[in-house]
C-alpha cells in the first residue's frame, strides 16, 4: 500500500484545514485507516481512526470535537477536516493503513504533510 498525504499548512488559530490521504495498491475499501501527528520533540501520537467494516471512527481526546475523519472508497481516500485549531495541534500529520492492532498500530504509513498553527 503506498500512501500519499497532503493538504497540510499555516493557519492561524481558530482556522480549519482538510488532509487528505491517497492509498494505492491494494483494495482501500477494505483497510483500516489513521491518522496520527508528530510534534517536535514529541513522539508520535494517535489522532484518529475509521474503521472499513463499520465505518467506526475513533479519536484522541485531545481533537474530539474539532477533527473529523472520513473516507471515500471510490477515491481510495481518507480525510481528516480540522477545525478550531490551536497552536498546540502543530505537528507532522501522518496516515496510515491497515491495522495491526486497532486503532493504534498500523502496517503502512504516508510520508507526512505539515501542518503550522499560529497564534
Known amino acids: 500500500v503506498q500512501l500519499q498525504a497532503s493538504g497540510g499548512g499555516l493557519v492561524q488559530a481558530g482556522g480549519s484545514l482538510r488532509l487528505s490521504c491517497a492509498a494505492s495498491g491494494r483494495t482501500f475499501s477494505r483497510t483500516n485507516m489513521g491518522w496520527f501527528r508528530q510534534a517536535p520533540g514529541k513522539d508520535r501520537e494517535f489522532v484518529s481512526a475509521i474503521s472499513w467494516v463499520t465505518t467506526s471512527t475513533y479519536y484522541a481526546d485531545s481533537v474530539k470535537g474539532r477533527f473529523t475523519i472520513s473516507r471515500d472508497n471510490a477515491k481510495n481516500t481518507v480525510f481528516l477536516q480540522m477545525n478550531s485549531l490551536k497552536p498546540e495541534d502543530t505537528a507532522v500529520y501522518y496516515c496510515?493503513?491497515?491495522?495491526?492492532?486497532?486503532?493504534?498500530?498500523?502496517?503502512?504509513w504516508g510520508q507526512g504533510t505539515q501542518v503550522t498553527v499560529s497564534s
Open positions: 496510515a493503513a491497515e491495522s495491526i492492532r486497532w486503532p493504534y498500530e498500523y502496517r503502512y
